[in-house]
C-alpha cells in the first residue's frame, strides 16, 4: 500500500482539532514526525489521490488534502514545534530533488512536489527565508519539462483561495528583501550567516511571475487580488526610479539585467502614476533647460553675453488661448499649431478672463472641453453610450477625425500634466491604447495599431447583455437558426439611429446556425473590439501618444492606464478626506467651523459632494489611492461671514470664512459650488 494511501486525513483532523481542544499539540508533532518524511515522492504521496474519492485533484494530488494541511500549519504554526519539523524536512527534500536534477525520471513528482509545498505557510517569517531562496532556485533552474509540468498544474486552479496561499508568502521575501537588488546582497533578518542575493530576489519574481500568469483567469474575475497578494509596497520613490532609469537605458542598449520593471505586477498603479508624473515633470523641466541653454549660447555666439537675452514663454509652455463659445474649435487649432511641442507645461487662458493658470485653469479646460466631446446632445460629440449611459466610445459614423485625434490628446495631456478627467471608457479601450504601448517605436503607415484579442470578457465589461446572450448562443442545445433568427451582421445605435453592419461578405444573407455559431460569435467580437470606428480610433490613438509618448506606458496595465486617467470614482468618504485634510491660517481639525464643515458636507447629496469635489479639485474624482495622495488644505480667511467660499484649484484649496452655523455654512457652500465655472467665480 502506497504511503497516500495509508494516512488517514480524517484522523488527522480529528488529532488536531483534540490538540486546540487541551491546548496539547505533542501528538500532532508526533504524527508530523512519523508521516512528514524528507523524501520528495513520499511527500507527494501524502497528498496523492485515492482511488475512486470524489476529491477536486489537480494532476496527481488531492487538493483538499493540500488546503487541510496548509489550514492545520498554519493554525497550529505558534503554539507548537510542527513547522520546524516540516521545514527541516522540505529542506533535506530540497537537497535530494537538487541531486536527481539530471535525470528526468521524477519530472513530474517534482512538479507536484512544488506544487505542494507552496501551498504550505511555511515561509512566513524571515527565519525560513534561506531554505525558501533554495527552494526558488530550484523552481527556476529545473529542467523544462518540470517548469511545464509545473505551470500546468497551476492553470488548473480555479479558486482564489490557493493564490492567496501561494502568492503572498513569495510576495512578502521579495517585498523584505528587495533592498538587495541594490546591493551585492543583504543579510537576511534569521542569521548572521545567511545572505539574500539580488539572484535570491530574481529567483523569487521569476516564480511570481509565473503564477501571475498563470492565475490571470482568477485574477481577472477578482480584480483586487492583485494588489493584495503581488503588490510589494517597498518598490517606490527612489528604488523605483532608479530601477526605471536603468530599465529604460538598458532597453535603449540591449543589456540583460535583473530589474523590477521586467515585473510590474510587483509595482502598484500609485506608484507607477507618481513614477508617470515624476518622468513627465522631468522632460518639462528639461524642455525649459534646453531652451534657456540655446538662448544662452545665441547670445555668447554674438558677443553679447547676457544683454539682449530674452524670453519667450511661448517655447517654454503649451499656450492654449480658447473662447469658451469655440472651445473645440479653438482647442483644436491651439493643438494643431503646437503638436510637435504638446510634452512642454501646459497653460490654458480664457479670452476675456483674467487669471494666470498654475493650474486651475488647465483642470477646467480639460474638464469642459472633455464634457463637449463625450456630450451625446453636443455638436462636437464624438462618441456613442450604451443604453444606460455609463460608458462611452468612439463614433464610427463620426467623420471629423480631427476631434478624434483632439480626443486622444485630451487624455495623453491629462496623464502627462498629472490631470484626472471625469470620464467613462471602458476598459478595452484602455487595452487599444496599449497596443502597442510606444507610438514612436511601430511604423505609423504598416504597423497595426489598436488590435487586442477580441474576447467575451471584454465584451462583458460594457455590454453585459449582449456577452451573456453570446454566451446563451454558444450553449444554446435547441436549433440556433429556429430560436435565434441572426443573421451574419451588427446593428450599433448611433446615438438614436441604429446602423446595421455586415460581419462577413453578404451577411445579411447568412443565417447563424448550430454549425457556424462560433464564426459568428469570433466576427462580432472582432467587429465590436477592432473593427468598428477603426479611423477614428487611429487618429484617437495618434492624438494620445503624441501628447504622452512616455516609457511608463510600458509598465501599465490597461487597468492602471484607466485608473490613472479616470481616478476613483466611487462615493466620497468624507471621514478619509477629512483625515488626510491639512489646515492654515488658525484652523485646526478641532475648530468649531472645521467640525461644523465637515458634517455639513457628510450630510450632502450624492451629486452635491461629486459637486464640491468639482469645485475644489476641478474634477470630480481623486486619484487611485485616495485622498492621501491628493493634497487638499482648509485656509481661514478673515472674510465677511457673508462672503462665500473660495476654492483654488490649481492648489486644492478651500478659503473658508468663520462661518456663526451650520445652517449659514451650508447654504454659503452650496451657492459657491453651483456657481463655480469661471476664474472670476473662483
Not at 576 to 589: I, L, P, Q, T, W
Amino acid at each position: 500500500m502506497e504511503l497516500g494511501d495509508s494516512v488517514d486525513f480524517t484522523f488527522l483532523r480529528r488529532l488536531f482539532k483534540q490538540c486546540v481542544k487541551k491546548d496539547d499539540y505533542k501528538g500532532l508533532e508526533k504524527w508530523f514526525k512519523d508521516n512528514f518524511v524528507d523524501d520528495f515522492t513520499q511527500i507527494n504521496q501524502l497528498f496523492s489521490v485515492k482511488k475512486e474519492a470524489d476529491n477536486p485533484e489537480i494532476g496527481d494530488i488531492d487538493v483538499s488534502r493540500v488546503y487541510m494541511m496548509s489550514e492545520i500549519l498554519h493554525r497550529s504554526k505558534d503554539r507548537s514545534a510542527t513547522h520546524q519539523i516540516v521545514l527541516d524536512r522540505i529542506n533535506s527534500a530540497i537537497l535530494k530533488v537538487s541531486i536527481s536534477q539530471n535525470g528526468n525520471t521524477f519530472d513530474g513528482a517534482k512538479a507536484s512536489f512544488y506544487f505542494v509545498v507552496l501551498h504550505l505557510p511555511l515561509f512566513i517569517q524571515p527565519s525560513s527565508f534561506p531554505v525558501l531562496a533554495k527552494f526558488l532556485e530550484l523552481i527556476t533552474r529545473s529542467p523544462r519539462l518540470v517548469q511545464s509540468n509545473f505551470r500546468a498544474m497551476l492553470q488548473k486552479v480555479k479558486v482564489p483561495d490557493s493564490v492567496r496561499m501561494i502568492a503572498p508568502q513569495i510576495r512578502n521575501f521579495v517585498n523584505l528583501n528587495v533592498k538587495a537588488t541594490s546591493s551585492s546582497d543583504v543579510p537576511c533578518s534569521s542569521s548572521g550567516n545567511a545572505k539574500i542575493s539580488i539572484a535570491d530576489v530574481e529567483n523569487a519574481s521569476q516564480v511570481l511571475q509565473t503564477i501571475f500568469t498563470c492565475s490571470s483567469k482568477i485574477l481577472n474575475e477578482n480584480p483586487d487580488l492583485c494588489q493584495t497578494l503581488f503588490v510589494c509596497t517597498q518598490i517606490e520613490g527612489e528604488l523605483l526610479m532608479s530601477h526605471f532609469s536603468s530599465w529604460a537605458a538598458r532597453n535603449r542598449a540591449s543589456q540583460q539585467s535583473f530589474n523590477l520593471c521586467d515585473y510590474t505586477f510587483l509595482i502598484s498603479a500609485v506608484e507607477k502614476r507618481k513614477l508617470m508624473a515624476l518622468v513627465s515633470e522631468q522632460e518639462m523641466v528639461n524642455i525649459a533647460k534646453g531652451y534657456f541653454t540655446d538662448k544662452v549660447k545665441a547670445c555668447r555666439g554674438k558677443g553679447a553675453g547676457q544683454q539682449g537675452f530674452e524670453v519667450s514663454l511661448k517655447d517654454i509652455f503649451l499656450e492654449v488661448k480658447v473662447r469658451r463659445s469655440h472651445l473645440v474649435e479653438d482647442s483644436l487649432k491651439a493643438i494643431k499649431e503646437n503638436r510637435d511641442h504638446l510634452r512642454r507645461k501646459l497653460r490654458v487662458a480664457f479670452e476675456g478672463e483674467q487669471g494666470i493658470d498654475l493650474g486651475g485653469l488647465a483642470k477646467e479646460w480639460f474638464m469642459l472641453l472633455i464634457r463637449d466631446l463625450t456630450d451625446l446632445e453636443s455638436k462636437d460629440s464624438v462618441v456613442v453610450s450604451d443604453e444606460d449611459k455609463v460608458y462611452c466610445w468612439l463614433n464610427g459614423a463620426n467623420k471629423n477625425l480631427e476631434a478624434c485625434y483632439l480626443f486622444g490628446c485630451l487624455l495623453g495631456l491629462a496623464i502627462h500634466n498629472s490631470v484626472i478627467l471625469a470620464i467613462n471608457m471602458p476598459l478595452f479601450y484602455f487595452k487599444k491604447l496599449l497596443s502597442p504601448a510606444v507610438y514612436r517605436e511601430c511604423n505609423p503607415e504598416t504597423s497595426v495599431i489598436g488590435s487586442i484579442d477580441a474576447s467575451l470578457d471584454d465584451l462583458l465589461d460594457f455590454q453585459p447583455q449582449v456577452a451573456k446572450s453570446l454566451k446563451s448562443l454558444l450553449e444554446h442545445d435547441g436549433d440556433v437558426e429556429h430560436d435565434f433568427c441572426l443573421n451574419f451582421t451588427a446593428n450599433v445605435n448611433e446615438n438614436g439611429k441604429v446602423s446595421t453592419y455586415s460581419l462577413k461578405s453578404n451577411g445579411a444573407d447568412i443565417s447563424v446556425t448550430n454549425q457556424n455559431r462560433k464564426d459568428y460569435v469570433s466576427r462580432y467580437l472582432e467587429f465590436t473590439l477592432n473593427r468598428y470606428a477603426e479611423k477614428q480610433f487611429r487618429s484617437f490613438y495618434k492624438g494620445f501618444h503624441h501628447a504622452c509618448d512616455s516609457p511608463v506606458l510600458r509598465l501599465l496595465t490597461p487597468s492602471d492606464l484607466q485608473r490613472i486617467i479616470c481616478g476613483q470614482s466611487s462615493k466620497l468618504d468624507c471621514r478619509e478626506m477629512r483625515r488626510n485634510c491639512k489646515y492654515e491660517g488658525g484652523f485646526s481639525d478641532a475648530d468649531k467651523t472645521i467640525d461644523m464643515f465637515w458634517n455639513v458636507l457628510e450630510g450632502l447629496k450624492d451629486e452635491e459632494q461629486k459637486m464640491f469635489l468639482v469645485f475644489l479639485t476641478g474634477c470630480n474624482r481623486v486619484p487611485i489611492g485616495g485622498f492621501k495622495h491628493l493634497k487638499f488644505v482648509i485656509k481661514r480667511v478673515s472674510m465677511d461671514p457673508n462672503c462665500l467660499p473660495v476654492a483654488h484649484t490649481c492648489f486644492n484649496e478651500l478659503q473658508l470664512p468663520p462661518y456663526p452655523d451650520p445652517e449659514t455654512l451650508k447654504v454659503k457652500l452650496l451657492m459657491a459650488i453651483e456657481n463655480c465655472q469661471g476664474y472670476g467665480l473662483e
